[in-house]
């Protein structure tokens, strides 16, 4: 039996793609005929900017009432192209099938049962605790796999789109991007046999070079972002087509959600991939998918995984940062440099290696700064170091198939303090 190894920035696109999928096959694509017959919804394009009308409606998020906006406008039915309506009922029932294989797969699994298919990999099987469902998610990657298709747009120009970076700590971005402008296993370039679309502009480039630090007008990306929306809607009929919800946009910025403010289906209907999933913005695990924030300085990605064998776990506990957001000052107020097993560093002193602190760590820790997400999650795991992981509202990275308690530790802000309140009494 062998393991399930697969090149990182393919493992990267490949995991992406069953959220993707999986959210378009139970969430989106199940509903084309009412989108396509909708009577709710239609843009109002003025000076490169969605201007909706709204009026205030409650509504229920995990139990609780608020106040959301609600947009009303009117919906002019797209043009849609011959036999468009005839390779919409190929596609779905392409996922219909996909769906019933999976709940087999689900069913097999209650019931602990072997279940052949078509769709089955005999060298490997995923098993253990790692998972939420080892045989759904099996199913859902070989299902992915041969059946998963997606449009990149071809609209937009170096360097706010096609492009990102690769080399700080909003590389993943960049890492995504570039990887679909040149995948050939899952991209098509026929729109019409594709899963869902992809808008390939950039915050993080949008920001570098259109945001100025003094004026600081983030409507830059308002303008961008709903100039590009209205170019795509115009040339092609798939935005129309959906609203918007079998398309999908990746940031790592911590701006990422804000991106999306200025195009009400975007926000509200479109697959969001944010490493910034933060369920106080609005992220919605229903449709968005969250996504690993790693920091690639060198833009390397060799060599990453795996602690060194030669390390014992001599240290209980490690942290080092900068002091910011809520967390973090108290943590540095009360272990900074005063504990032999539990080494806190607001910064490294001089000579000591930051992955080799991790690596000799058993327990590392991770609290959210200004915003929920952490690349230290991942260093951790790289380090085969045990993450603490200090956040709230934070929707962990794909944890609707990673079951996160296996191998991490997750406190709450709340319980951080009285643990440091329970440690001071002792």
Known sequence: MRRFEIPYL???????????????????????????????????????????????????????????????????????????YVKLDELEEGLSRARALIKLAAAAAAQNQNQSSPYEDPEYVPHGDLYQNARVFHRSYLLME??????????????????????????????????????????????????????????????????????????????????????????????????????????????????????????FNSI?????????????????????????????????IGGNLRFNSSILAFFAGNVHGRIRPALLQHWKEKDEDVRVYEKLPEGIDYKEMMQKSKYCICP??????????????????????ISQHYILPFSDVINWDSFSIQITPSLWQQALVLTELC
Not at 18 to 30: D, G
Not at 172 to 193: A, H, L, Q, V
């Open 10 to 84: 393919s493992q990267v696109i490949l995991i992406v793609g069953i959220f993707v999928s999986v959210s378009l096959a139970v969430c989106v694509v199940t509903s084309q005929n009412n989108l396509l017959s909708s009577s709710s919804f239609q843009w109002t394009w003025m000076s490169s900017a969605v201007t909706p009308s709204s009026s205030s409606s409650p509504s229920s998020i995990n139990g609780l009432r608020r106040k959301t906006k609600v947009f009303n406008v009117t919906y002019i039915s797209p043009r849609v192209k011959k036999g468009e």
């Open 146 to 267: 041969k059946l998963f298709k997606i449009f990149v747009y071809e609209e937009g120009e170096l360097p706010l789109f096609h492009n990102g970076p690769c080399k700080n700590i909003y590389s993943m971005e960049g890492f995504f991007i570039n990887f679909m402008e040149t995948d050939k296993r899952f991209r098509t370039r026929d729109p019409d046999s594709a899963h869902v679309y992809f808008l390939p502009f950039s915050v993080v480039m949008i920001l570098q070079y259109l945001f100025h630090p003094i004026i600081r007008d983030k409507y830059v990306l308002g303008r961008t972002i709903s100039d590009y929306v209205r170019i795509i809607s115009e040339r092609y009929p798939y935005w129309n087509r959906s609203l918007g919800a079998d398309h999908v946009m990746l940031s790592c910025h911590d701006w990422g959600p804000r991106a999306t403010w200025y195009v009400p289906e975007l926000y």
């Open 272 to 304: 969001r991939v944010l490493c910034n999933a933060n369920t106080s913005e609005r992220f919605n695990p229903r449709k968005d998918a969250s996504f690993p924030e790693i920091n690639h300085v060198t833009g390397e990605i060799s060599g990453l």
């Open 368 to 389: 959210s700064g200004w915003e929920v997400a952490s690349p230290r999650i991942v260093e951790a795991i790289y380090a085969e170091c045990v993450p603490v992981l």
